[in-house]
């Protein structure tokens, strides 16, 4: 009963643990890079340009580049020491500890000025120190890893081999050895480029990513719809702007915010307008589902494409509900003269795609299991090309029946193939391929000229495949060929193959071997 128990409970927690959709945008995959030629090549290539002094703090092993430039330049390359000081010799010491490089620079000026008259002073940075930082929290290999010190957050994920498909990244936290403590939005510098949200990493930070729990749902004319992570006292302009914000397209007199009743037992709606939400800034909340609507008829491209023999194929405008098939052909130009109107088709690409169970379920049946009304339908299905518009090309153009003359729809396709003047022949036959059509002539006819039957030739089950249809026809039933048509020779089921006769045969060899050594021991020793 124990035993029972526990696995309900771990199947329980396994059940919540998939259940959960976690942000799945596609800058995370970015931060799961676990090629370590991949990781290498970045840390030994990677480089931002120069870097901002006014964000860059210098620490224990960083080289300096001193010039003092006179009536003599006197140079000095001193390096920080543990404490935080540089020493210039003549100079003394100077306390470094906590100072961005802008700092340094004017502390050291200020320092040498005292000393030095009417000359020049110039300071960078010469070399980097390494530092050492800790990745710890919900990521794939949590540990302690040496960076250069001009390495950024990113740089730390790319090579810690990156974080968990349930890593929070918009709510990393960076605590520093000296009691500061920041939150950074990653996802920010990612999306937006916010490079306050990918600051420089000191010696000795601790960086610590949870798990996501919290979400914010985003739906519908949004550049980046999805689930991301929720981050307290965010606004709704906030997260809108983190997903690439709203669409051309969208809605924007009413924002709907499903939200839920403190004791989240249940939804309600809160409706704004765009311009309240960027001005007024209300505030987002954990499991909000903002959903962004379309305005319907609104820049909608209205064509139809026209495509093969035809003067002028291409894209063409349309009138919804009024520009008909005839008049598109006629602007395209017509026909070419090798058109086939017989084999020319429509093709609805807004075709109804209605779910079919029985569909469905045939095709997990064997054949033989099948009735053959339920075989046949599985053919006649699996044979229907969806989003085909029956037309009679010939009707509409040729005899100008207007009945066949169809109201085009937004993405309509209008295909014309060239006339097929040959009859195929395939399978089993000397010589397989096109021959050109002739009236009057037969199924016969096409096999002689194709060389006759092949020695595999199955001779009484030849079929025609029709060119319009696709249908499968009994070369008997067939009166007569039309343009297009494939005859099919099928072939005789093959004979055992010659490694299995050799295998069989010796197996009979040998076994008869074996009786006729016996009978000969037994004469011999009847003797």
């Known amino acids: 009963m124990k035993a029972q128990l526990l696995f309900l409970i771990l199947l329980l927690i396994n059940f919540t643990s998939i259940a959960q959709v976690f942000p799945d945008y596609q800058e995370r995959a970015l931060l799961g ?7 290498t090549q970045f840390l030994t290539t990677s480089s931002e340009g120069a870097i901002d002094p006014n964000e860059y703090k210098v620490g224990p092993g960083d080289i300096l580049f001193i010039s003092i430039s006179g009536l003599d330049e006197k140079i000095f390359t001193p390096g920080i020491d543990p404490e935080g000081f540089i020493y210039i010799p003549r100079i003394g010491a100077i306390d470094l500890r906590n100072k961005t490089l802008s700092e340094a620079k004017v502390a050291i000026q200020t320092r040498l000025m005292k000393s030095f008259k009417d000359v020049d002073i110039h300071i960078s940075l010469q070399n980097f120190r390494k530092l050492k930082v800790s990745l710890v929290g919900n990521v794939i290999n949590p540990s302690t890893y040496v960076l250069s010190s001009s390495s950024r957050l990113l740089d730390l994920f790319v090579l810690s081999s990156g974080l968990t498909n349930s890593s929070d990244i918009r709510n990393i936290r960076i605590n520093s050895k000296n009691g500061e403590q920041k939150k950074v939005d990653l996802l920010k510098f990612l999306r937006l480029g916010d490079y306050s949200q990918n600051p420089f990493l000191n010696d000795g930070d601790i960086v610590l990513v949870d798990k996501a729990e919290r979400f914010v749902s985003l739906f519908g004319h949004i550049k980046y719809p999805g689930n991301y992570e929720y981050k307290e006292g965010e606004s709704i302009d906030e997260v809108l702007n983190v997903a690439g914000g709203i669409l051309y397209k969208a809605r924007t007199d009413s924002i709907e915010i499903v939200r839920f009743t403190d004791d989240g037992k249940s939804q309600y709606s809160i409706y704004f307008s765009y311009e309240k939400i960027k001005s007024e800034k209300p505030k987002v909340n954990k499991g909000d589902f903002i959903i962004v609507r379309e305005i319907p008829d609104y820049f909608d491209v209205h064509y139809v494409e026209v495509k093969g023999e035809i003067k002028y194929p291409g894209v063409y405008k349309i009138k919804k509900d009024e520009t008909t098939l005839s008049q598109v052909i006629n602007e395209a130009g017509g026909f070419k003269k ?26 997990l049946i064997p054949r033989a299991d099948m009735t053959d009304d339920e075989y046949d339908y599985l053919k006649a299905r699996s044979r229907q090309k969806r989003g085909r518009v029956v037309i009679d090309f010939e009707k509409l153009f040729l005899q100008k029946d207007s009945n066949e003359d169809v109201v085009l729809k937004i993405g309509d396709i209008i295909t014309i193939p060239e006339k097929k003047e040959y009859i195929s022949i395939i399978g089993q036959v000397v010589n397989p391929g096109n ?12 096999i002689n000229i194709a060389g006759g039957f092949s020695w595999r030739a199955k001779e009484g089950d030849v079929r025609v495949i029709r060119a319009n249809t696709g249908e499968w026809v009994d070369a008997e039933d067939v009166d007569e060929l039309k343009p297009g048509d494939t005859i099919w020779v099928p072939e005789d089921p093959p004979g055992p193959k010659f490694w299995e006769v050799f295998t ?24």
Do not use: H, M, W
Not at 339 to 363: G, I, M, N
């Open 33 to 39: 890079l676990k090629d370590s030629t991949l990781i």
């Open 338 to 363: 090798n058109a086939s109107l017989k084999d020319a088709v429509l093709y609805r690409t807004k075709a109804d795609s209605t779910y079919d169970p029985e569909l469905e379920r045939l095709r």
């Open 435 to 446: 021959i050109t059509y002739k009236t009057g002539l037969t199924i016969d006819d096409y």
């Open 504 to 527: 069989t045969s010796l197996q009979v060899l040998g076994q008869i071997a074996a009786v006729v050594a016996a009978t000969v021991a037994v004469i011999v020793a009847t003797r």
